[in-house]
């Protein structure tokens, strides 16, 4: 059987909070038992993700996971405000 892949891109208001929820999100990897693969990218203000494995309850696993930290992410700087921008010196 072929791997199934999904693709998703998550737009955020800003490219600063894109990048926050970039950083927050890259480092939780899948299991290695889960056989899912995970790859995020950030493009601008647009959070990339693409998860692929061969077994559909997996990847279905995987994406759920997912969404559970994304959700948290965002509510985390809705309730606190956008992040402040990185100026280099």
Known sequence: MNDLKVNLSVPFPSAREAEVAYEVLRVDEEP????????LTLNNNILEVSF???EARKVRVGLTS????LLLVTETIQQFGPPEPIYNH
Request: charged letters at 35%; zero cysteines; aromatic letters at 14%.
């Open 66 to 69: 997912f969404f559970d930290s």
């Open 52 to 54: 692929s494995g061969k």
């Open 32 to 39: 290695s038992r889960s056989a899912v693969t995970k790859k």
